[in-house]
């Protein structure tokens, strides 16, 4: 396939696997605190939080495991093979969490779904096979909006299914991802073309560490995938504390807690889906990445906050700051690391930053629950401290980003 013809029914199936892939996420994040409780009569809300941190930690440890041995599988077989592997496997994932019974069977699910969690990388490396690189930009910033609507849609649905069972979302993010893989089956083309393939590929390149490190020995490369590391190990904290916060400083229930993410969704797709685009065009990567880390910094230290006013509207107006800033980043970011690798290595230097994504994932709510058992609105403060310091890092690799933005 060429660059720039993405047929309609292909970008359809991209943007459908892109909003599951956060869909699943998502549909956990209100119900989890309250399922993760039935199992643990009279446990502390520290002892509670913890293991809701681990359940979010472990699927983002066997992602970084399997994450770069997929994208390397991607440039070696093509796009096209992977995807659908890995929608099968998060169907698994889903089915299996809502059997649920035990803990045990809920982390099971996870490992399952984070062993076949490479569909973010797999989908931006096949963006990159068919646009122009000045077009990914906006390409990645019409799928951060679809991501931003199962962002949105994810914990909504996962909050008022809660009403009639914890384990419905479940089963129905399994039906919905498996339907997409027999659609995907029948419409979706290659993207890479044979000329373009791995031809060297070995058993190393599933070593997830082996694999990182080769993609890391790029001083270029490093610097672009670095700047993504320090934006999303605070997101990380928000993500694996966020609804264990609410629900002790707000009294929140899961419908609650779903709405509050529905907020994110929303301002996350207006801005992603008719800001980033046009405003990565006039100021570039760089300042938008600057002020998007100014934003969400300033919208982690409001946060922090609520455990002093206690208020559900200020808890939203800080959500919704956090929320523009954080669709301001990831377009610019997106566009940043498939700027950074040639034909040869969009899948593995995705797959690369999907790891060191789930390096923040599986540290930062392990991170967040620690800071919590101290004080509750700690992790927001150390939120705020990382992106300060992501912030001075990008100003002091201005050249080095400059300048993969100009090649």
């Given at each position: ?140 910033g019409i799928v951060g909006a679809v991501v931003g609507i199962g962002f949105m849609i994810g914990p909504t649905i996962g909050g008022m299914m809660s009403l009639i069972s914890v384990s419905a979302p479940f089963y129905l993010a399994a039906v919905v991802t498996l339907a997409n893989a027999v659609f995907g089956y029948f419409v979706l083309p290659e993207s890479l073309s044979k000329e373009h393939r791995m031809s060297d590929f070995t058993l190393h390149h599933l070593n997830p560490f082996q694999q990182l490190q080769t993609v890391l020995s790029n001083v270029t490369i490093r610097t672009v995938l670095f700047v993504g590391f320090f934006y999303f190990l605070p997101f990380s904290q928000l993500q694996g504390i966020g609804g264990v916060y609410t629900k ?160």
């Amino acid at each position: 396939m060429n660059q720039n013809s993405l047929p309609s029914k292909s970008f359809l199936f991209i943007c459908i696997t892109a909003f599951l892939s956060v869909l699943g996420i998502g549909i956990i994040i209100p119900v989890i605190p309250f399922i993760v409780e039935s199992y643990m009569k009279g446990a502390t809300n520290a002892h509670v939080a913890l293991i809701v941190g681990l359940l979010t930690s472990v699927y983002s440890l066997f992602q970084f495991i399997a994450a770069p041995g997929l994208g390397a599988l991607s440039d070696k077989y093509g796009r096209r093979p992977i995807l659908l592997i890995c929608l099968v496997g998060s169907a698994i994932g889903y089915l299996l969490f809502g059997i649920g019974g035990s803990l045990a069977v809920l982390f099971i699910g996870r490992i399952i779904d984070g062993l076949t969690g490479g569909d973010i990388s797999t989908i931006f490396a096949y963006i990159a096979d068919v646009t122009k690189p000045e077009e990914r930009g906006k390409m990645f910033g019409i799928v951060g909006a679809v991501v931003g609507i199962g962002f949105m849609i994810g914990p909504t649905i996962g909050g008022m299914m809660s009403l009639i069972s914890v384990s419905a979302p479940f089963y129905l993010a399994a039906v919905v991802t498996l339907a997409n893989a027999v659609f995907g089956y029948f419409v979706l083309p290659e993207s890479l073309s044979k000329e373009h393939r791995m031809s060297d590929f070995t058993l190393h390149h599933l070593n997830p560490f082996q694999q990182l490190q080769t993609v890391l020995s790029n001083v270029t490369i490093r610097t672009v995938l670095f700047v993504g590391f320090f934006y999303f190990l605070p997101f990380s904290q928000l993500q694996g504390i966020g609804g264990v916060y609410t629900k002790d400083m707000l009294h929140w229930t899961a419908v609650n807690i779903g709405f509050y993410f529905l907020l994110i969704g929303i301002v996350d797709i207006v801005t992603q889906g008719f800001l980033s685009g046009k405003l990565l065009a006039k100021f570039g990567e760089y300042k938008l990445i600057l002020a998007g880390l100014a934003i969400t910094g300033v919208a982690y230290l409001g946060t922090a906050s609520i455990m002093v006013f206690h208020s559900s509207l200020f808890a939203c107006i800080n959500v919704t700051i956090y929320a523009f800033g954080s669709g301001l980043i990831e377009p610019a970011l997106g566009s940043l690391v498939s700027r950074s690798a040639g034909p040869k290595e969009q899948g593995r230097v995705a797959g690369a930053n999907q790891s060191l994504q789930s390096i923040t994932r599986i540290t930062g709510p392990i991170l967040a629950v620690y800071l919590y058992s101290i004080v509750p609105n700690a992790p927001y403060i150390s939120c705020a401290l990382l992106s300060a310091l992501a912030f001075a890092f990008v100003i002091s690799k201005k050249n080095t980003i400059l300048k993969v933005i100009g090649s």
